[in-house]
């Protein structure tokens, strides 16, 4: 049973920015990632890695969004810069199959079917 533990949202100003960390408890070969998800809306696949360390991003967070990890693969980092009130949401890191491709938006539609945190609330104000 893998664990996921994020941490790092947090209510901040447009244009200010966080890094958002997700612990994982044992290293896998998932594909890993952050999805997103606003009051009534859809989850969004924000950002994915494979074991090799390709990442891939959605449009809306391209050259904002930056995804990296620690060198054990056991923490997973988001840095979320010029953040747009757009981008208020719960922000939830996963780990899903690699069957499917790893990119952006399979991080959103495998999460169930794989493993995923709690979340973390990031809020920007205009």
């Known amino acids: 049973q893998v664990q996921l533990e994020e941490s790092g949202g947090g209510s901040v100003q447009a244009g200010e920015s966080l890094r958002l960390s997700c612990v994982k408890s044992q290293t896998t070969l998932h594909c890993m990632g952050w999805f997103r998800q606003a009051p009534g809306k859809e989850p969004e696949g924000v950002a994915a890695?494979?074991?090799?360390?390709?990442?891939d991003y959605a449009d809306s967070v391209k050259g904002r969004f930056t995804l990296s990890r620690d060198t054990n693969k056991k923490i997973l980092y988001l840095k979320v810069d010029r953040l747009k009130p757009e981008d208020t949401a719960t922000y939830y890191c996963a780990a899903v199959s690699v069957a499917y491709g790893c990119r952006a938006p399979e991080i959103a539609r495998q999460a169930d079917f794989g493993y995923r945190g709690q979340g973390t609330q990031v809020t920007v104000s205009s």
């Open positions: 890695i494979d074991t090799s360390g390709v990442t």
